[in-house]
């Protein structure tokens, strides 16, 4: 073999390897792009005629200074697209169009440039090419090109779009925004066009309704990655049981959780981790997770581990010390009873407040029982939230909040909140209790896709007692490290 031939055999061998080192360099269980064009099919197929639907994809949003908040997409954007970089735009339209050219197709995709210089700050972009390579679109631009791009809002009966964000004030996206106001002859000051224009063609209303409909119910690609995410969080909450200690803190508790999500490839929390000892468990939203040392207090844990955009949202509510006092497993054994109640109520064809109803039903009774309120029908501020909402990309998803259909997945999380303070016994104050388990209801039934992690009180008792790979890790004291380096 002569020098020439030995050179391209080399280059075509790296060449070869750094194809495969790009394949292995992220998790290969995405979402296919066969998916996301079926969906946005089956939103045309929902459209009116002579329609075009507008997306943008979501800001990037400064934490301070220099730092920008980690990149979320807009999970609408995600499931229409599978592109996950921002400043880019989607339109989807109802008839084929023509380019001038002589062209036919029925969408396109805007997306950002690639770049060398920023790829080196902040990672690959798919561009032009890597978007219809991986995602699938035929007519893909680069968003500088929208400007040029000849399209007339107006000429179409319907422009189906959301409110724009008022708050984007450079870069890729804002001048998307500004050239789809021009575009559309909206003023540029305005998220939509006034209601007292008879030439408003703008429709901030119907894609809600429109995506409500198509994401209520999950696809069979969905839901292996929606059960990937919430089997995650389940495992991380068994671990966490076998894990805590009445010295550690809430903060701690949080980073074993998430160290189990990110363990197994899970990119993001879906929404901020809530990890309440004690009182803080009364706080609904409770994210500062900031209490020192858990001691023998009950832990509200509500987290979720969002995988490949799929959130889970799974509540356990477990003592630090390992044993329910007897108060807190009365709270905690009603709380179950309620959300055994509202399970038997998730089957199709039922309306979506039934689960709320009968879990109420059973709490109220409950609590009249303990003395905690005076009669079933006291009116008390104890069980303050609702028992359902859907699951999917988003942790509080879309959807009509109808009667069940076949392939829905709803969260059904009852609980109890006993402030300081509170109008009953001493004995029951600071004690809350949420249970929250992620429920599919199929035309055969309901499944629990979070049942991995222990439920009953008993079988909590009898996890946190067990071993867990978490006890031996030892880190040096913190304090002790700074006297010695002083
Ligand atoms: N984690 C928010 C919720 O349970 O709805
Ligand atoms: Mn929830
Ligand atoms: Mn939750």
Redesign the pocket.
């Known amino acids: 073999m002569n020098n020439l031939k030995s050179i391209f055999l080399l280059l075509w061998v790296l060449h070869q390897a750094a194809g495969v080192a790009q394949a292995q360099n992220e998790l290969t269980d995405f979402l296919d792009k066969a998916f996301h064009k079926q969906r946005r099919d089956a939103l045309r197929q929902l459209m009116p005629a002579k329609s075009v639907a507008v997306f943008f994809a979501n800001p990037v949003r400064n934490r301070a200074n220099d730092v920008e908040y980690v990149y979320h997409q807009d999970p609408e954007f995600y499931y229409l697209t599978g592109y996950r970089e921002p400043h880019a735009l989607l339109l989807i339209f109802k008839e084929a169009q023509t380019s001038a050219t002589g062209d036919k197709y029925n969408e396109v995709l805007f997306v950002q440039p690639k770049s060398a210089y920023m790829e080196m700050w902040t990672g690959r972009r798919l561009g032009t090419k890597g978007a219809k390579e991986k995602l699938g679109f035929t007519q893909v631009y680069n968003n500088d090109k929208f400007r040029g791009f000849s399209i007339d809002f107006t000429r179409f009966n319907k422009v189906l779009h959301y409110r724009l964000p008022n708050d984007v004030r450079n870069g890729g996206l804002y001048r998307l925004i500004q050239q789809f106001k021009s575009k559309s002859k909206m003023q540029t000051g305005q998220a939509e066009r006034p209601k007292n224009d008879p030439n408003n063609n703008l429709d901030t209303k119907t894609l809600h309704r429109f995506m409500s409909q198509l994401r209520e119910t999950k696809t069979e690609e969905e839901l292996i990655l929606l059960k990937k995410a919430i089997f995650i969080s389940a495992i991380a909450q068994k671990e966490v049981m076998k894990a805590m200690k009445p010295q550690m803190s809430e903060s701690e508790v949080q980073g074993i959780h998430e160290y189990v999500f990110k363990k197994y490839g899970a990119e993001y929390e879906g929404?901020p981790s809530?990890v309440g000892a004690g009182h803080n468990g009364c706080v609904l939203h409770y994210i500062t997770n900031n209490k020192p040392k858990l001691g023998n207090d009950l832990v509200l844990m509500?987290l979720?581990a969002e995988y490949h955009g799929y959130s889970a949202?799974v509540?356990r509510t477990i003592p630090a010390n390992g044993k329910f006092s007897k108060e807190q497993k009365a709270i905690y054994d009603l709380v179950y009873k309620a959300q055994e109640a509202g399970f038997k109520q998730c089957k199709v064809g039922n309306a979506f407040n039934d689960p709320h109803r009968a879990a109420v039903k059973i709490i109220n009774k409950g609590l009249a029982e303990l003395g905690i309120i005076a009669s079933a029908t006291t009116h008390h501020r104890y069980f303050p939230h609702g028992t359902s909402?859907y699951l999917g990309l988003d942790?509080?998803d879309k959807g009509r909040y109808g009667t069940f259909k076949h392939n829905t997945v709803i969260?059904v999380?009852p609980g109890i909140y006993i402030p300081e303070g509170s109008p009953c016994d001493k004995k029951w104050w600071g004690i809350a209790v949420r249970i929250?388990d992620d429920i599919l209801i199929t035309n055969k039934g309901w499944v629990n896709l979070s049942a991995m992690a222990p439920r009953k009180s008993d079988e909590i008792e009898k996890t946190m007692a067990k071993k867990s790979p978490f006890d031996e890790i030892k880190l040096p004291d913190l304090n002790e490290l700074i006297k010695k380096n002083k």
């Open positions: 929404y809530i509500d979720g949202d509540t909402h942790v509080h969260t999380e929250e």
